[in-house]
């Protein structure tokens, strides 16, 4: 069982940059998957980006690859996502989830992910 608390969100003009975080407790936490969603405004939930339990293996939403990075910290069971250069269509609600299994699949989907956080609100503004 894992429990996860993001932080981080907030209100930036396009260009700026935020760090959202994600604390977790349960002492399975280095041993899932975790990955970033965001759901905006009447659309659907969609995969950010993911890290392996290691976190050597890593993958992106095309939309956010050299903008976006995904690390974590074991020791601290914290994930985190650094986000810069950012712009308007990167305004939503931001989640942290944990895998069902150990790895990490293809396609990040939400079905692939059994634990959620409450979500944190990024706001970019032109």
């Known amino acids: 069982q894992v429990q996860l608390v993001e932080s981080g969100g907030g209100s930036v003009q396009a260009g700026g940059s935020l760090r959202l975080s994600c604390v977790a407790s349960?002492?399975?936490?280095?041993?899932?998957?975790m990955g970033w969603f965001r759901q905006a405004r009447g659309k659907e939930r969609e995969g950010v980006a993911q890290?392996?339990?290691?976190?050597?293996?890593?993958d992106y939403h095309d939309s956010v690859k050299g903008r976006f990075t995904i690390s974590r910290d074991n020791a601290k069971n914290t994930l985190y996502l650094q986000m810069n250069s950012l712009k308007p269509e990167d305004t939503a609600m931001y989640y942290c989830?944990?895998?069902?299994?150990?790895?990490?699949?293809?396609?990040?989907?939400?079905?692939?992910?059994?634990?959620w956080g409450q979500g944190t609100q990024v706001t970019v503004s032109s």
């Open positions: 349960g002492d399975t936490y280095s041993s899932h998957c």
């Open positions: 890290i392996g339990n290691t976190g050597y293996y890593t």
């Open positions: 989830a944990a895998s069902r299994g150990r790895l990490c699949l293809r396609g990040m989907g939400t079905e692939d992910f059994g634990y």
